[in-house]
């Protein structure tokens, strides 16, 4: 087994089965905050039902866990792999040559896009984790919390209705989520160049999956932060979460606008 941090294939395959595992983790976690939006729109609660079951129950924690130690491998691979690519090339780091033009920026910046992507988690977990399963375990384990923060720990809809009142919260995540889609779609591109596997009726496909995945889960996200920020618009501050489906009338055409924007930039930057 110490080939997997030994050898260069070894890391090479630790990236790959997190990256993977990191990418269901998005793909589960864009679609459950789709419920967020479903759940204004229509009136019910299933989005905070699921916040509930995902709390500080055992379950929950060995998931979290588990997410966690993917995070920090995947990241500490990456940093292995990069000085070592960087050692063993300098700036030439594939074992192919003839880059195309389209991938050059996101392959250059990888290490960048990365960093943000890390610090755009750690405000992610402040914003989101902190105030919701920390919570509830702190509670859990005696440590004295304040009511209305332990009311509020389930209350996802509401937290994510206060965060994205902030035009900055809403720049940053939207920065966030434009890197983690370079991330992403040029992720899958390079461990497939790094290891040399070229093939041309293929590698067109996973690229094409990979790009179609990435914008989906980008899409998904991008869509809540734009959705509470219009609704914040229509909305008074103070508006809570069982009033938000009153706004969803006003919303709505904002919405529609602005996802079409965001499909047309993605469609010009993917041809
Ligand atoms: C609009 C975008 C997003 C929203 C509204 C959102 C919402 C949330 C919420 C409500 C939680 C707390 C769940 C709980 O503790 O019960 C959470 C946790 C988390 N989110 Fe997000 N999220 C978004 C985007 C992302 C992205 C892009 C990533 C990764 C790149 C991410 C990674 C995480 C992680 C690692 C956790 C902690 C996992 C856990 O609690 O087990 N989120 N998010």
Known sequence: MTW????????????????TALVLFLLFHATMNIFSITDAMFGVEYYNAICKFLGANWYALIATVGLAFLVVVHIVYAFILEVQNYRARGRERYAIEGKQKDVEWA???????????????????????????????????????????????????LIIKNTFASPIYVVLYLVW??????????????????????NNTWMPRV??????VATLVVLMFAAVVVFYFAANLCCPAECCTEHAHTCVEAVAPVVADTVQAVIDTVAVVVE
Do not use: P, Y
Not at 207 to 212: A, V
């Open 177 to 198: 989520l434009a890197a983690l889609w370079f991330h992403l779609t040029h992720g899958v591109w390079s461990a497939l160049h790094t290891m040399g596997w070229n």
């Open 107 to 157: 392959s250059k910046n990888m290490l960048v896009l990365g960093v943000i992507i890390v610090l755009g988690i750690g405000l992610h977990l402040c914003n989101f984790w902190a105030k919701m399963q920390l919570v509830e375990l702190q509670h859990m384990l005696g440590v004295d919390v304040c009511h209305n923060a332990l009311e509020n720990a389930t209350n996802g809809v």
């Open 4 to 19: 997997l941090s030994s050898s260069s294939i070894g890391r090479k395959v630790v990236m790959s089965v997190t990256g």
């Open 207 to 212: 690229k094409c999956i990979s790009n179609i």
